[in-house]
C-alpha cells in the first residue's frame, strides 16, 4: 500500500522511463524468455529492451510511431509483440507470476451468464482449489445455477446483491476487489480505449498489464 512513508520504495525515477523493469523485475521474466532458434540469424535485440519498449507502449499509450529512438524499433517490438502472444510466452510468464504472488501471499499457488459458465469450466481445470464463487445478480437466475451445477456442483455460489432499502453509494462485500483490480489496470494508457485492431493484441496487452501489476507486487511486497 502506498503511503508517504514508503514512497521512496515505489520510486522509478532514477530508471531511463517509469515504465523500465527493475533489474529485480526483470530477473522474474528473463528465464521465462524462449531462446532464439537456432539455425538462423542471430538475435541482435536485448529481450529485455523488447520488453521495456512494450512496457512503454503499454504505460503512455502513446502511438506505435512514437517510440523513443534508444528503444528498439517499433517494428521489431510490435513483431515480438505478436510472436510472444502467438506461442504462449506472455501466459507462461503470467502464469508463472501469479503462482509466485499466492505463494508471496501465503496462499494455495494453483483462480455475461452464458460466457460466465464457459470461464469457470475453463479455470477450474486450472484452478481445482477453487471453493466459492461471488457474483453479482445478473447470475442469480435459474439457468447460470443449473449449468453451473453441472460442471462445478462442489462450487458454492454467493450472489452479492445491493439491498433496495440503501441509498447513495455503499461497498458491496467482495465486489470492491474486482472494482479495485480494474483500476489498477487501467493505469496502463494503453487500455483507455480499445486501440487494438485485433482482439488477440488487446488480450496481449490486458496481459502485460496484469504482468506489470504481479512485478511490481513481488519487487515491492507489503
Not at 74 to 91: C, E, I, K, Q, V
Not at 152 to 161: C, G, S, Y
Not at 185 to 191: E, G, I, Y
Request: hydrophobic fraction near 40%.
Amino acid at each position: 500500500m502506498w503511503t508517504a512513508k514508503n514512497r521512496g520504495r515505489y520510486d522509478r525515477s532514477k530508471l531511463r522511463y517509469p515504465s523500465d523493469l527493475t533489474d529485480d523485475e526483470w530477473a522474474h521474466v528473463e528465464p521465462l524468455i524462449p531462446p532464439a532458434k537456432r539455425g538462423g540469424n542471430k538475435r541482435h535485440v536485448e529481450a529485455r529492451e523488447v520488453m521495456n519498449g512494450i512496457m512503454y507502449i503499454l504505460s503512455t499509450g502513446c502511438q506505435w510511431r512514437a517510440i523513443p529512438k534508444d528503444l528498439p524499433p517499433r517494428s521489431t517490438l510490435f513483431d515480438y509483440l505478436d510472436l510472444w502472444s502467438y506461442d504462449g510466452t506472455l501466459d507462461r510468464i503470467h502464469h508463472a507470476l501469479y503462482v509466485a504472488c499466492r505463494e508471496q501471499g501465503e496462499r494455495e499457488a494453483s483462480q455475461d451468464r452464458d460466457g460466465g459458465i464457459l470461464l469457470l469450466a475453463t479455470l477450474f481445470g486450472m484452478y481445482p482449489f477453487l471453493k466459492k464463487l461471488f457474483a453479482d445478480g445478473g447470475y442469480q437466475g435459474p439457468d447460470f445455477q443449473k449449468a453451473l451445477a453441472k460442471i462445478l456442483p462442489q462450487l458454492e455460489t454467493e450472489i452479492v446483491k445491493r439491498s433496495d432499502r440503501t441509498k447513495g453509494f455503499v461497498v458491496l462485500p467482495r465486489r470492491w476487489v474486482v472494482e479495485r483490480t480494474f483500476a489498477w489496470l487501467n493505469r496502463c494508457r494503453r487500455l483507455a480505449k480499445d486501440w487494438e485492431n485485433l482482439n488477440r493484441n488487446a488480450l496481449a496487452f490486458l496481459r502485460l498489464a496484469s504482468i506489470r501489476l504481479m512485478l511490481r507486487k513481488l519487487c515491492n511486497p507489503a
